[in-house]
C-alpha cells in the first residue's frame, strides 16, 4: 500500500461539480493499494498515517501528532501510485483490482474513523477534481514495503 500523506489547511473532492468531501486542516491522503497487500497492511498504513507527528509544537517544530493537531482525513484512492513508467505509457499491473482494493480502502478509512478523526472520502474509480491548500509544504510519501 501507498499513502502520498500532505499536510493541508483545507481540501475537497469534487465529482460532477458537487463537492462529496471537504477538510478544514490535516491531511490529504492519496492512497494506492498494490495486488498483494492484506488487511494487516491496511490497518498498519491507518496506524502510520494516524500517528505522523508533523504539526508544529509551541517551538515551531514538527512534533505535533494529528489528534493532539485537532487534524481530520480527506482519503481518495489513487491506483495510479502503482503506476510502471518504464514506458512512455504507464502500466498498472501492480495496483490492485477493485474487488481487493475497495475493502482495503475502506478498512482504512474505518481503522482512521475508530482512533477518532473526521474522514472525508472521494469516490472509489469516479472522475475525481481533488483540490488542496498545502501547508509547509509538507508531503510524505509511505509505502508499507517500508513500514
Given at each position: 500500500m501507498?499513502?502520498?500523506?500532505?499536510?493541508?489547511k483545507?481540501?475537497?473532492?469534487?465529482?460532477?461539480?458537487?463537492?462529496?468531501?471537504?477538510?478544514?486542516?490535516?491531511?490529504?491522503?492519496?492512497?494506492?493499494?498494490?495486488?498483494?497487500?492484506?488487511?494487516?497492511?491496511?490497518?498498519?498504513?491507518?496506524?502510520?498515517?494516524?500517528?505522523?507527528?508533523?504539526?508544529?509544537?509551541?517551538?515551531?517544530?514538527?512534533?505535533?501528532?494529528?489528534?493532539?493537531?485537532?487534524?481530520?482525513?480527506?482519503?481518495?484512492s489513487q491506483?495510479?501510485?502503482?503506476?510502471?513508467?518504464?514506458?512512455?505509457?504507464?502500466?498498472?499491473?501492480?495496483?490492485?483490482?477493485?474487488?481487493?482494493?475497495?475493502?482495503?480502502?475502506?478498512?482504512?478509512?474505518?481503522?482512521?474513523?475508530?482512533?477518532?478523526?473526521?474522514?472525508?472520502?472521494?469516490?472509489?474509480?469516479?472522475?475525481?477534481?481533488?483540490?488542496?491548500?498545502?501547508?509547509?509544504?509538507?508531503?510524505?510519501?509511505?509505502?508499507?514495503?517500508?513500514?
Amino acid at each position: 500500500m501507498r499513502a502520498v500523506v500532505t499536510r493541508v489547511k483545507s481540501a475537497s473532492v469534487t465529482i460532477d461539480g458537487k463537492t462529496v468531501g471537504e477538510i478544514k486542516g490535516g491531511f490529504l491522503v492519496l492512497l494506492g493499494v498494490h495486488v498483494s497487500d492484506t488487511e494487516d497492511i491496511a490497518k498498519k498504513i491507518a496506524d502510520r498515517i494516524c500517528g505522523l507527528r508533523v504539526f508544529e509544537d509551541e517551538a515551531g517544530k514538527m512534533n505535533v501528532n494529528p489528534t493532539d493537531a485537532g487534524a481530520e482525513l480527506l482519503i481518495v484512492s489513487q491506483f495510479t501510485l502503482y503506476a510502471d513508467c518504464r514506458k512512455r505509457r504507464p502500466g498498472f499491473i501492480e495496483a490492485a483490482r477493485p474487488e481487493l482494493a475497495i475493502p482495503l480502502y475502506e478498512l482504512v478509512i474505518s481503522e482512521c474513523r475508530s482512533k477518532g478523526f473526521k474522514v472525508e472520502t472521494g469516490e472509489f474509480g469516479a472522475d475525481m477534481l481533488v483540490a488542496s491548500v498545502n501547508d509547509g509544504p509538507v508531503t510524505l510519501i509511505l509505502d508499507s514495503a517500508d513500514l
